[in-house]
């Protein structure tokens, strides 16, 4: 990997406490396990750290309707059963469950893509990472698949307000239908989607012949894929295809949505790509030089998805991290192999997508490729006043920033005599800590 960029990196040490509920797929604490490794691969000497500010109900308005928002702030599992009927309406149950603290966690996932946005608007960085974000299916009225509040669609807009254009890039093994569905009739955000599509698997859209509409049209693409999907077979769709949307849409930013649930051995996925194949994907987008937001996702065996976005993040540095798993607080979750790349399965899952649809489907893409103008006219209008500016990055409302050695800074100082990564690096010895392990009957221990 080569060339330098400037990384942000962007993290709320109280991820890892949310709960959706036993036997839910959705782990948040797999983004604590992410950046556990991050820290002990060294990473944080590398790039820029910040604990963000939590969003607003304000800064979610630019997206959500104030209803749904407001209703999102005051609901908790105390006095769900006086809201059953709002419950149906913003589609709050089941796989939208009701859990403790549950505005918390859609405060630091949003605020965290938003300031990663903003980072990127001021030109203080070239990459921008926050693997709590990537909720790709929350709608503007309700909850979907997992997700509450949309903080891609925010971030875009907050992009929006500095760049003309905008790409958005999903990779998890679901269409990204909340952000398509949001940008669906405009040509300032092109959002472009490799999932698995068919067989009543969710969310049910997503089809090559979905492109938008009106001024949108042709600005939405869809790559459906079968199951079985391969590392080789991917990438000889995702390469080409997205060359040539950059030669022809000409993005000044791109969103990349890194959803680990299309690696094999996902508990809802049904792709078998490697690790390496999925982090191919980022270094090829990250080759590209353009301001570059990356995001989480879907991504239901943590130990695969700690392992990924760790991985990606080492991505992003321009660095190949060694094999060899460094200890964490988390190690013996990695048994029996102790190793970063999580592999791809050598047998009983066949590749469905033949040579025969893949190339039509590469065709259909093209084709809608064709109907696009070389550079999409934006209408002049005055910029939006930002919604996060730089200094809510650093030392305001709460936010922080590293020192530089990983020591979160917090008007002037530290926060107390030692930071919260002393605490982490702590929890590397047997001691498990302060940050709450998942609960025994909700990981998933075969690393394989």
Same mark, same amino acid.
Request: one cysteine or more; proline letters at 5%; aromatic letters at 10%.
């Given at each position: 990997?080569?060339?330098k960029r400037k990384v ?54 630019? =997206? $959500? ?5 407001? &209703?999102?702030? #005051?609901?908790?599992?105390? %006095? !769900? @059963?006086?809201? *059953? ?108 989607? =490799? $999932? ?5 698997? &969710?969310?049910? #859209?997503?089809?090559?012949? %979905? !492109? @938008?509409?009106? *001024? ?43 959803g680990s649930d299309s690696l ?77 790349? !999580? ?106």
């Open positions: 990997m080569s060339g942000s990196y962007f993290y709320d040490p109280d991820i890892g406490q949310f709960y959706y509920g036993q036997g839910h797929p959705m782990k948040p604490h797999r983004v604590a396990m992410a950046h556990s490794l991050v820290l002990q691969y060294g990473l944080h000497t590398q790039m820029e750290m910040f604990r963000p500010r939590r969003a607003e109900a304000e800064d979610m308005h630019q =997206f $959500h309707t104030e209803d749904y928002v407001s &209703f999102l702030r #005051t609901v908790t599992p105390d %006095n !769900v @059963g006086a809201h *059953q009927a709002a419950l149906r309406e913003y589609n709050m149950y089941e796989d939208c469950p009701v859990f403790s603290g549950l505005w918390e966690y859609c405060r630091i996932s949003a605020g965290g893509s938003i300031a990663a946005a903003a980072q990127l608007n001021a030109g203080a960085s070239d990459i921008a990472i926050n693997w709590a974000g990537g909720l790709h299916h929350a709608k503007k009225f309700e909850a979907s698949g997992f997700c509450y509040v949309n903080d891609i669609v925010l971030a875009i807009l907050e992009l929006l307000k500095y760049h003309s254009r905008v790409l958005y890039v999903d990779i998890d093994v679901h269409h990204g239908d909340g952000v398509e569905e949001a940008f669906l009739t405009t040509d300032r955000v092109m959002t472009l989607s =490799f $999932h698995k599509f068919g067989d009543g698997f &969710f969310p049910g #859209t997503g089809d090559v012949v %979905n !492109v @938008g509409h009106g *001024q949108g049209k042709y600005y939405a693409l869809n790559v459906p894929l079968r199951d079985g999907i391969t590392d080789e077979t991917y990438q000889a769709l995702f390469r080409p295809i997205l060359a040539k949307v950059m030669e022809v849409y000409r993005p000044e930013a791109v969103v990349l949505q890194c094999a051995g996902d508990r809802l996925g049904v792709f078998n790509l490697s690790s390496a194949g999925h982090a191919a994907c980022v270094e090829y987008v990250r080759s590209l030089g353009v301001p570059l937001l990356l995001l989480g996702g879907g991504g239901y065996k943590i130990v695969n998805v700690s392992r990924c976005w760790a991985k990606e993040t080492g991505v992003a540095l321009g660095l190949d991290l060694p094999e060899a798993l460094p200890p964490t607080e988390y190690y013996e979750y990695y048994a029996p192999a102790y190793q970063l790349t !999580v592999p791809a399965k050598s047998e009983g899952f066949p590749n469905k997508n033949t040579p025969e649809h893949l190339q039509a489907l590469q065709e259909q893409i093209m084709e809608h490729l064709r109907h696009i103008p070389a550079a999409p006219s934006v209408a002049f209008h005055e910029r939006a006043p930002d919604t996060l500016g730089m200094d809510d990055l650093q030392a305001t409302r709460g936010s922080s920033r590293s020192d530089g050695d990983g020591n979160w800074m917090m008007d002037g100082g530290l926060q107390g005599e030692h930071s919260w990564r002393d605490e982490a690096l702590a929890h590397a010895r047997p001691q498990m800590g302060m940050r709450p392990a998942p609960h025994a009957a909700d990981v998933d221990v075969d690393a394989s």
